[in-house]
């Protein structure tokens, strides 16, 4: 009954992005955590981490600052690399898809070519080295929306496509310092293996959150899902059906279709 309960207030909700409905979806986030411990049931949230709950823009920029001088040898892109030189980091902030490498492009004037192409992908591997992750700072609120989440007594789950091998050291750190994850929290964090595609990471990891919840020793259950991709949206719908469903607006790597009952947000303010 409680999750029908769920489901229906959801729907009242609605997926615009009006201050009230992003203040009443975490509101009840949070007040039906809580409703749920003392009734006895663990609450699971399932949270993704860039551009969800972790603001990686900044480190995206620096990857970018960091690919410029290998891309800029010689004279054949200059006025390219010009104009790209002066982007700033609050430029990235103004598109309306801070992930869309191609709409940063138009807004520095620079036209799409196999040499801009070859630059966004030294970018990207940069990117998702590990280097840069000390600048990854919280999504607006989200700090404090989790420290409150952990407060209610819900268990985070933070699903992060981030590669294990090379950005699990300094990811753990830096949720450390963001304080979305320390000893004294219920958490647990998910990162993804070599040769995995990121929607089949997800999809298996989501399933592995089943598996623990349904076997747990005590009754748990997934509240909500937080995700800013469409595609994997989707997924969590479909594992977890029951499950408030929170999209974070502003970067995307692929648009996609959402599931119907979605309440869109910009930050957690």
């Not at 892109?77 to 490498?101: A, G, I, S, T």
């Not at 919840?213 to 949206?233: H, I, R």
């Amino acid at each position: 009954m409680k999750y029908t309960i769920l489901v229906i207030l959801s729907a009242a909700l609605g997926v615009g992005e009006s201050a009230f409905a992003r203040e009443a979806i975490l509101e009840q986030v949070l007040r039906q955590a809580a409703s749920w411990r003392v009734q006895g049931v663990q609450p699971v949230v399932v949270m993704d981490l860039d551009e969800t709950t972790v603001d990686s823009i900044p480190r995206r920029f620096a990857s970018l600052q960091g690919a410029l001088p290998a891309a800029c040898v010689g004279v054949a892109h200059r006025l390219d690399c010009d104009r790209l030189e002066k982007v700033k980091l609050r430029d990235l902030y103004e598109l309306k898809n801070r992930y869309d490498f191609s709409e940063l492009l138009v807004a520095a004037q620079v036209a799409p070519s196999s040499w801009s192409s070859d630059l966004e992908k030294a970018m990207v591997s940069e990117y998702l080295s590990g280097a840069h992750i000390e600048l990854d700072r919280a999504v607006p609120g989200a700090d404090h929306f989790i420290d409150e989440l952990h407060t209610s007594g819900a268990k985070i789950v933070y699903v992060t496509s981030r590669f294990e091998d090379v950005q699990g050291a300094p990811t753990r750190r830096s949720l450390e310092v963001l304080g979305y994850m320390n000893p004294a929290q219920l958490s647990e964090l998910f990162l993804r293996t070599r040769g995995q595609s990121s929607i089949d990471f997800k999809q298996k990891t989501y399933e592995t959150i089943q598996q623990e919840v349904t076997t747990s020793p005590t009754p748990a259950a997934v509240l909500a899902v937080f995700e800013n991709e469409p595609e994997n949206m989707m997924a969590l719908a479909s594992h977890f059906p029951e499950a408030l469903r929170v999209f974070v607006l502003g970067a995307m790597i692929k648009a996609g279709a959402l599931p119907e009952v979605t309440t869109h947000i910009q930050n957690y303010l």
